[in-house]
């Protein structure tokens, strides 16, 4: 019981300590996928986007 | 807009402000640094042959600040200089008188790379601030960082001159937290502005051309697509000042839930709300107060509002229709004031918050001041003719 408690004690310690590294990872994707975005949108115009409106 | 964040001299004078400032920690050494980069900035912007127009401009407002801040007492200088700017603003902002005393444009045209509007009320803070002995001038190499300070040059914010001051001038080393949410409020900064934004300028707004009641419509999609390109701009000098680690305060907190129009005040374009606040607001307000021996505290807020929002219109543009947005601006607030303070009288405060706190009241306050904001602004623009 009580190794049992420590090892999902240790599982936990290990999730908080890799979920920021996880975040990070989603937080700097969605930085390039918005500048791919933008420069996809904003600069070369995409005229075909708007047109389906 | 004087800036296109698409020309390569923002991410240019950037990505150099990244470079070298990140590695000083010595204030002095930095804030030469960075009055270089600005200089570069201006340099890159209006060219070789223009760029001492901008400079003697910058080394004037220098001077009339250090002039300033040596007199004692009641004296002209401050007054005078003010004055100086405010008709070379006029001139910039005038058409007619731009084109009878610059043909090709070409003096004006460095004031738009200065973003003029926004140096206009930097200098009249400082000045203020100096003048009221609140703080001594500061030396050439702060104020070129105060009055045109790249990353804010296109659309502010107006960082008050106080605060600035105040600001020791040596940041914190860059976390890597800290350079991730940079890079996400540049990132969104643009995204707002180039997609999201663009989406809604190409497919709903039609320069207030259509009829109504497709118009109305147009309206709320002008206001929303207003607020993002706006906000955009200060995201992007906001996540450009937190990675090279020079101060640059908010400018947006949520206006499109502001509750009243009051609230939407003190969440849209803040830095602009505090800097009429502090400069005209209260000083308008104070002295017709001095005046009256305290009556009518209630017409006296309103004069003020009235005075403060006439001239923000017509600091948004010389003509009547801004003239007739600072109107409704300073009609909205002073309804809203004499409301309010109506309600606390007969029904006190503790009611007054209760009602606050109703979730229907307060979905229904949020839609009437998005309506409102639509309204200005849509009387503004809309095609009368």
Known sequence: MTESHNASEQVTQHNSEIAPVWRYVIR????????????WIGQKGAQFFYQRF | MA???????????????????????????????????????????????MFPV???????????????????????????????????WLFYKTPLAG??????????????????????LRFLDAIRSIADGRHTAPNLVRTVNYLVPFHMLAAGPIQAFDEYMEDSGAPEPLSFEGAVRGAERIAS??????????????????????HMPYAIIEAQFYYLWLYLDFS?????????GSLIGVATPENFNNPLVARNIIDYWQRWHITLSQFIRRNIFIPVQVSLVRRSDGKNELVIACVA?????LLCG????????????????????????????????????KWLNARQANATLKVISIAITFEFSVFALAATMYDWG
């Open chain 1, 28 to 39: 700097i994707l969605w930085i390039a996928i918005q500048i791919i975005l933008v420069l």
């Open chain 2, 3 to 49: 800036i296109d964040l698409f020309k390569k001299e923002i991410w240019i004078a950037f990505g150099a402000a990244l470079l070298l400032l990140t590695p000083i920690a010595n204030a002095r050494a930095r804030n030469t640094v960075f009055a270089c980069i600005n200089l570069s900035f201006i340099l890159m912007l209006v060219g070789i042959k």
């Open chain 2, 54 to 88: 901008a400079a003697v401009l910058l080394f004037l407002c220098w001077l009339a600040l250090s002039t300033a801040g040596k007199q004692r007492g009641r004296h002209p200088v401050p007054l005078v200089a003010a004055c100086a700017m405010f008709v070379l």
């Open chain 2, 99 to 120: 084109h009878a005393f610059d043909h090709h444009h070409k003096f004006t045209n460095v004031l738009g790379a200065l973003g003029f509007s926004y140096v206009l």
């Open chain 2, 189 to 210: 900064g643009l995204f707002k502005k180039f997609v999201i934004a663009q989406i809604i300028s190409r497919v709903f707004l039609t320069s207030f051309k259509a």
């Open chain 2, 232 to 240: 955009a701009y200060s995201d992007i000098a906001v996540g450009i």
């Open chain 2, 305 to 309: 509002f009235f005075v403060s929002f």
């Open chain 2, 314 to 349: 017509l600091w948004h543009n010389v003509n009547f229709r801004w003239l007739l947005w600072g109107a409704i601006q300073a009609a909205g607030l002073s309804v809203c004031y004499v409301f309010r303070h109506y309600l606390v009288k007969k029904h006190g405060r």
